[in-house]
């Protein structure tokens, strides 16, 4: 059973940072994209961001480019998202996800992503 966690979130102030992180047991982590996406009340789950198998390619939602950083760390089975001047608007539950995928494919739609966290709640507060 793979199991994914996330952690580091919490209550920050408009303009403030935080990190999340992921970490994945029972997983290849290497061999999977891994993913955040987010989702607010109401609303349907959307893609912020995604890492290749290497590290070296990466995606991002308009809405966060310039402000979030997704890295991994396949040593450690963890992947984070570093994410700064954050913005009422990105208030949400934010999940980890991994795709097992080609190396350099990076998806954005959920269903091509097999493993997912629970979630951590993120609110930024105005």
């Known amino acids: 059973q793979v199991q994914l966690i996330e952690s580091g979130g919490g209550l920050v102030q408009a303009g403030g940072s935080l990190r999340l992180s992921c970490a994945a047991s029972?997983?290849?982590?290497?061999?999977?994209?891994l993913a955040w996406f987010r989702q607010a009340p109401g609303t349907e789950r959307e893609f912020v961001t995604v890492?290749?198998?290497?590290?070296?390619?990466?995606n991002y939602a308009d809405s966060v480019k310039g402000r979030f950083t997704i890295s991994r760390d396949n040593a450690k089975n963890t992947v984070y998202l570093q994410m700064n001047s954050l913005k009422p608007q990105d208030t949400a539950v934010y999940y980890c996800?991994?795709?097992?995928?080609?190396?350099?494919?990076?998806?954005?739609?959920?269903?091509?992503?097999?493993?997912w966290g629970q979630g951590t709640q993120v609110t930024v507060s105005s």
């Open positions: 996800a991994a795709a097992y995928t080609s190396p350099t494919s990076l998806p954005v739609m959920p269903d091509h992503y097999r493993y």
């Open positions: 029972k997983l290849a982590f290497s061999n999977y994209a």
């Open positions: 890492i290749n198998w290497s590290g070296g390619f990466t």
